[in-house]
DNA sequence: AGCGGAACTGTAAACGTTTCCAACGATCTC
DNA sequence: GAGATCGTTGGAAACGTTTACAGTTCCGCT
């Protein structure tokens, strides 16, 4: 069981190399022709080799996803999302994790190699040596987050101003005035723009008091930590907003351990809405960012570009949506809208609610 | 900033092309030829294109792993600990949906296209066109999970009796005597292994009344609707086995959808240790079958049969172990062991405690 | 009958790299 | 000083495919 190459095959066919290649590929050739041919390949077994093709044509069908912590769920639903789109293509996607040993410049800077003709690229942080190298690369990009303004890339983006204004819009609603924001790390792309976006949204409502606290990182234990400093301090406050999933469900670990009964005492958001967050007990309010449209839509600006190398940059935000659960409502049957137990899932049992963002 | 190659390095450099292959691979030549090269290619900014190296050189330097659904946070582990290895060994993984698609048979025959140097498998179901499939290849593959034993395959397994041993001897010592199955489809590999093994580990304790459910799959949804047919039977056990967390999960929401209290009604016992386990409220028992490690040794398994493709076939059994949380321990201080509260993470705040297998 | 063109085919040149092989000068050995 | 040996080099052939190009055949048309 060798390799069978189309040299045999075109000579198990009585053809030449050309008009076997023609045959396979659906090029002009004769009926006569191609019945021969294929005829040969399926007896022979031959399957055209990919590495090849690919330095023959000079793209490999290969498009890659690099994100830094696949640990997250959110990623792993972008990732699934971007796979079903690629694969749908014709296009294998290969998984470069930034995490491990290399940087994501580190990353772009491999696309040099061409061992794919495009990359989605989820940066946590975006440096200027990022920026460079993003800008120097002539392999297309489609990157997943915020970028610089006058960067022309192709971005798609979450609309982390909304989705706080959404949380805190809630909140108030919920009659809650002393807000502790729990962010992630501020020097991230995400903490950076969520720490903006709740200052901004906290504008709208001058009788809060509010306070932020940044966690070490967006996981459960840096959630935990953060949010047990937040409520030991001398004045408590009555809601937790919580930069993710995660650092939420940290948050309701904490308050837990402390004796403090969520909804009642504490209220706790998240963002991302992953499905922890509807595993969770009580399921934990998180905005939805959209993270299954966002993978899905980088992985079609990524195709239109390959498709069309000079079109112009787009930029796609997604709406988040707020999805309620019991983390956040106190009182569930005395909110103007319907009881959220009205529209329980039928896999869990879980009422949740959803808003538009 | 289009292609430089490996020509224009060696005119640049004054010397042929076989000598600057040479001295950026570390070949033999003169010192004074590596240095006017590296220049060469430092200035005109060279890297090698990944597509021809990989035609010339018959290697892609890319592993694939192939599984089903992405979707189950156990794949995502073993996903993640197969990418550290792989990366650090300087290959490329490429992810294989099996789910969207091509059915694990396509896959294997894909790897006739030798895009990639080996592939890691994880199928949820084994056919015989899937066997003979993998034996037609030549590419090396390793299957995460278990095969019929007669097939010659480096293959890393669970040990599905050994964990329904634990489970089913851990719920014995909580005095549970009435103990409901529920399985997912007993058609895939996971399902009919354990299958087999509890009723295996069911033997060893005489006393035992038992039955089994088979929800329609592995998920949260489908182990709610199964669980909650067992729960509203006319005779009710009073313990839940599920084959998985997710199973396990709908089983404690169909529970509490029925008015019933965990544990103190019934218990509830999951499979993996995923992470949605030990974030679910009580905490779910459960077995974590090392996932991180199946990953990390059938990672290490390919690499060691791609650099000796003739070595004997290995297989590789991980050895389960038993954590027990919340979900199945109704008196916590009267056990034979410490207090799980003894042994809490400090992230979480939450009870658990680890048996070996 | 001659001619233009359509339809098809084969030869050979690519794609960018690695590597075999022969050739070279310099050094060493007897 | 002749030959062997060593270290280094460049030409050219690969790897398996696609495709430009030129050639062939055949057909219909005038």
Chains 1, 2 share one sequence.
Do not use: C, W
Request: hydrophobic letters at 45%; proline letters at 4%.
């Amino acid at each position: 069981m060798v390799r069978v190459t189309i040299t045999q095959v075109a000579a198990h066919a009585g053809v030449s190399v050309a008009s076997a290649s023609r045959a396979l590929n659906g090029q002009i050739a004769s009926a006569e022709t191609v019945a021969k041919v294929q005829h040969a390949a399926a007896t022979l077994g031959y399957v055209a080799d990919a590495t090849a093709q690919s330095l023959k044509r000079g793209r490999t069908k290969q498009l890659a996803y690099a994100v830094a912590d696949i640990g997250n769920p959110v990623y792993v639903e972008m990732m699934s999302a971007i796979e079903r789109v690629v694969s749908a293509s014709g296009y294998r996607l290969v998984l470069s994790s930034t995490g491990t040993s290399s940087s994501s410049v580190d990353v772009v800077r491999d696309l040099g190699r061409g061992y794919v003709d495009g990359m989605i690229l989820s940066p946590l942080r975006v440096t200027d040596e990022l920026l460079t190298a993003l800008a120097k690369t002539p392999t297309p990009v489609v990157v997943l987050g915020r970028l610089p303004d006058d960067v022309n890339l192709d971005t798609v983006r979450a609309d982390s101003l909304t989705a706080m204004r959404l949380v805190v819009g809630h909140l108030v609603a919920e009659d809650r005035r002393d807000i502790a924001f729990v962010n992630g790390p501020v020097d991230t792309t995400p903490g950076a723009f969520r720490r903006d976006g709740f200052a901004a949204a906290v504008l709208a409502h001058p009788l809060l008091t509010t306070r932020s606290v940044d966690a070490e990182d967006f996981t459960i234990s840096a959630g935990y930590a953060a949010a047990r400093q937040v409520l030991e301090g001398d004045r408590r406050p009555d809601a937790i907003v919580a930069a993710n999933d995660l650092i939420g469900i940290g948050a309701i670990r904490a308050a837990e351990d402390l004796g403090l009964r969520v909804p009642h005492e504490i209220v706790v958001t998240g963002i991302d809405n992953t499905e922890l967050a509807g595993v969770v007990r009580p399921g934990l309010t998180s905005v939805d960012l959209g993270a299954e449209e966002r993978g899905r839509v980088a992985a079609e600006l990524l195709l239109a570009r390959i498709a069309e190398p000079s079109r112009a940059a787009h930029t796609v935000t997604v709406a988040p949506s707020l999805v309620v659960r019991g983390s956040s409502v106190h009182r569930p049957n005395t909110q103007g809208h319907a009881s959220p137990a009205d529209r329980s899932t039928e896999a869990t049992g879980l009422g949740e609610e959803r808003a538009a963002g």
